[in-house]
């Protein structure tokens, strides 16, 4: 990082040792622009709308697959979504002591400087990110296309089209206006609950009939082991993945120091109740063997329940697929933001539309390269690729939070979690990152670490250096793309 970098980052430190806060130009009018509070629930919606997606119409398979029964299933569905919740905890603190957006790049940059906090934008903008949100628009585009399809698996190259669609709505809504994006997801969140209600009740009311003889003997056939427990958190966690959002969008969000943790506190427990209650509706009406054979659980459970209405469940899994992947692309795209304002990436993606207020270059970069990741792509292999870059960069985030608690200690912290909590979701991250690779190892996993380490050529000749050539071929880029989508650097909006 230039030394124009590090001096800016020492401004923004008050002198008295209070918390870093953002106070440059550009935040002001992201936050003119946005209204996320947590009155107007934008903040659980965001939480809730972005958690509940794909996730759990999809990994009950693969949980009841690694642990065998029903009981030990139940159970890592309650562990995972206590676990997100201490990693949101120990989030929260990071978001209230350090109030910029990004997520873990600017924590990592506090801590460990901006050779981590690279490696991290590095890896989330060309991996993580556009692959999660490639998941879940596929995930989408199957459900979407299966009534058209009956007895029959969709065409590939339908999925992926109608996948590619989705992401490009996705993206100009978001680039469009922040309101307009925040509206669309709490409209999304209320659709996607109706579906988890309806899913929910109608397991109450087969428990209530006498519908229990799935979970007799629960814990019998279970197959416990460090190596199963591991992959069934995996599995469990992806469909929780998103716990962290709100820390994406600190500065867009109103009194962060109240509406951070409470949005938390209310949000993830949320989801993990419905999450574990779903569990259970499905096993209602199907044994552990046929939820693994059921191609779609959410709609074999429709099919027995709700027969004929059972085409609500493919259509609102489609509203609950879209709602995710709207709040990954709002948030996302803040990431590429702050990544490009600290001069880590190419500076036209920290530029904000003069009509919008909104960063729409970093939106449109992020959709652009998930469409990329959806062309040769798979859910499976992509769910690998995803799961285990970013547990890397979970537990070195809040491994950060116990750095900085001895190195830091001026630092004003309106959050204080105790520190038994990161240290235990810092062990645990540690686990989930082995446990794949011993386990199952694959090359993909050494791909994915060569690809990481890759960052540091990146950031050693971009970002240290500053070579002059990449410059001078940047920068007529950047003026035709500052003219064709009329942005401008953000501390020239407020002119």
């Given at each position: 990082?230039?030394?124009?970098?590090?001096?800016?980052?020492?401004?923004?430190?008050?002198?008295?040792?209070?918390?870093?806060?953002?106070?440059?130009?550009?935040?002001?009018?992201?936050?003119?622009?946005?209204?996320?509070?947590?009155?107007?629930?934008?903040?659980?919606?965001?939480?809730?709308?972005?958690?509940?997606?794909?996730?759990?119409?999809?990994?009950?398979?693969?949980?009841?697959?690694?642990?065998?029964?029903?009981?030990?299933?139940?159970?890592?569905?309650?562990?995972?979504?206590?676990?997100?919740?201490?990693?949101?905890?120990?989030?929260?603190?990071?978001?209230?002591?350090?109030?910029?957006?990004?997520?873990?790049?600017?924590?990592?940059?506090?801590?460990?400087?901006?050779?981590?906090?690279?490696?991290?934008?590095?890896?989330?903008?060309?991996?993580?990110?556009?692959?999660?949100?490639?998941?879940?628009?596929?995930?989408?585009?199957?459900?979407?296309?299966?009534?058209?399809?009956?007895?029959?698996?969709?065409?590939?190259?339908?999925?992926?089209?109608?996948?590619?669609?989705?992401?490009?709505?996705?993206?100009?809504?978001?680039?469009?206006?922040?309101?307009?994006?925040?509206?669309?997801?709490?409209?999304?969140?209320?659709?996607?609950?109706?579906?988890?209600?309806?899913?929910?009740?109608?397991?109450?009311?087969?428990?209530?009939?006498?519908?229990?003889?799935?979970?007799?003997?629960?814990?019998?056939?279970?197959?416990?082991?460090?190596?199963?427990?591991?992959?069934?958190?995996?599995?469990?966690?992806?469909?929780?993945?998103?716990?962290?959002?709100?820390?994406?969008?600190?500065?867009?969000?109103?009194?962060?120091?109240?509406?951070?943790?409470?949005?938390?506190?209310?949000?993830?427990?949320?989801?993990?109740?419905?999450?574990?209650?779903?569990?259970?509706?499905?096993?209602?009406?199907?044994?552990?063997?046929?939820?693994?054979?059921?191609?779609?659980?959410?709609?074999?459970?429709?099919?027995?329940?709700?027969?004929?209405?059972?085409?609500?469940?493919?259509?609102?899994?489609?509203?609950?697929?879209?709602?995710?992947?709207?709040?990954?692309?709002?948030?996302?795209?803040?990431?590429?933001?702050?990544?490009?304002?600290e001069g880590h990436m190419l500076k036209v993606l920290s530029y904000i539309s003069v009509k919008r207020l909104t960063p729409?270059?970093?939106?449109?970069?992020?959709?652009?390269?998930?469409?990329?990741?959806?062309?040769?792509?798979?859910?499976?292999?992509?769910?690998?690729?995803?799961?285990?870059?970013?547990?890397?960069?979970?537990?070195?985030?809040?491994?950060?939070?116990?750095?900085?608690?001895?190195?830091?200690?001026?630092?004003?912290?309106?959050?204080?979690?105790?520190?038994?909590?990161?240290?235990?979701?810092?062990?645990?991250?540690?686990?989930?990152?082995?446990?794949?690779?011993?386990?199952?190892?694959?090359?993909?996993?050494?791909?994915?670490?060569?690809?990481?380490?890759?960052?540091?050529?990146?950031?050693?000749?971009?970002?240290?250096?500053?070579?002059?050539?990449?410059?001078?071929?940047?920068?007529?880029?950047?003026?035709?793309?500052?003219?064709?989508?009329?942005?401008?650097?953000?501390?020239e909006a407020t002119e």
């Amino acid at each position: 990082m230039g030394e124009e970098t590090l001096r800016r980052r020492e401004s923004n430190r008050k002198e008295d040792g209070q918390s870093i806060q953002s106070h440059e130009p550009q935040t002001m009018n992201l936050q003119k622009q946005a209204s996320l509070s947590l009155f107007s629930l934008h903040g659980i919606c965001m939480i809730v709308g972005t958690i509940i997606g794909s996730g759990i119409f999809v990994s009950p398979k693969s949980v009841l697959a690694n642990v065998g029964a029903v009981g030990p299933c139940l159970t890592i569905w309650a562990a995972c979504g206590i676990l997100a919740t201490l990693g949101a905890l120990c989030f929260a603190e990071l978001g209230t002591m350090i109030t910029k957006s990004g997520g873990e790049y600017p924590y990592l940059m506090e801590a460990f400087g901006p050779i981590p906090a690279f490696l991290f934008s590095w890896t989330s903008l060309l991996v993580t990110k556009p692959s999660s949100f490639a998941i879940i628009c596929l995930s989408f585009a199957e459900y979407a296309s299966a009534p058209f399809y009956p007895g029959c698996d969709p065409p590939q190259a339908v999925i992926k089209c109608l996948a590619a669609a989705a992401i490009v709505v996705i993206t100009i809504v978001n680039s469009l206006s922040v309101k307009l994006g925040s509206y669309l997801q709490n409209f999304l969140t209320a659709a996607k609950m109706i579906i988890v209600t309806i899913i929910i009740v109608s397991g109450i009311v087969l428990l209530a009939q006498g519908k229990t003889e799935n979970f007799k003997d629960s814990f019998k056939d279970s197959k416990i082991s460090a190596s199963s427990i591991s992959l069934a958190f995996y599995n469990g966690l992806w469909a929780y993945d998103g716990w962290n959002q709100l820390n994406y969008i600190t500065e867009e969000l109103k009194n962060p120091y109240r509406n951070l943790p409470l949005s938390i506190i209310i949000g993830i427990p949320l989801v993990t109740v419905c999450y574990v209650l779903i569990n259970i509706s499905y096993f209602t009406v199907m044994t552990s063997t046929e939820l693994l054979q059921s191609q779609a659980v959410a709609v074999t459970f429709g099919d027995r329940v709700l027969y004929p209405a059972s085409w609500i469940v493919p259509l609102f899994v489609a509203f609950s697929t879209i709602g995710s992947a709207n709040g990954t692309c709002f948030t996302a795209g803040r990431l590429v933001y702050v990544a490009g304002r600290e001069g880590h990436m190419l500076k036209v993606l920290s530029y904000i539309s003069v009509k919008r207020l909104t960063p729409a270059p970093a939106i449109i970069f992020y959709g652009a390269i998930a469409i990329i990741y959806i062309i040769p792509g798979d859910i499976n292999t992509l769910i690998n690729y995803f799961s285990f870059a970013v547990w890397i960069f979970y537990g070195l985030t809040i491994f950060a939070l116990i750095v900085m608690r001895f190195t830091r200690k001026e630092l004003r912290r309106p959050i204080r979690v105790p520190i038994i909590i990161p240290v235990i979701v810092t062990l645990v991250s540690i686990l989930l990152v082995l446990a794949p690779i011993i386990s199952a190892p694959e090359l993909a996993y050494l791909y994915c670490v060569l690809f990481i380490l890759s960052g540091l050529i990146v950031y050693v000749l971009f970002v240290h250096y500053k070579f002059n050539w990449p410059q001078k071929i940047s920068k007529p880029i950047t003026m035709h793309l500052q003219m064709l989508m009329e942005v401008v650097p953000a501390e020239e909006a407020t002119e």
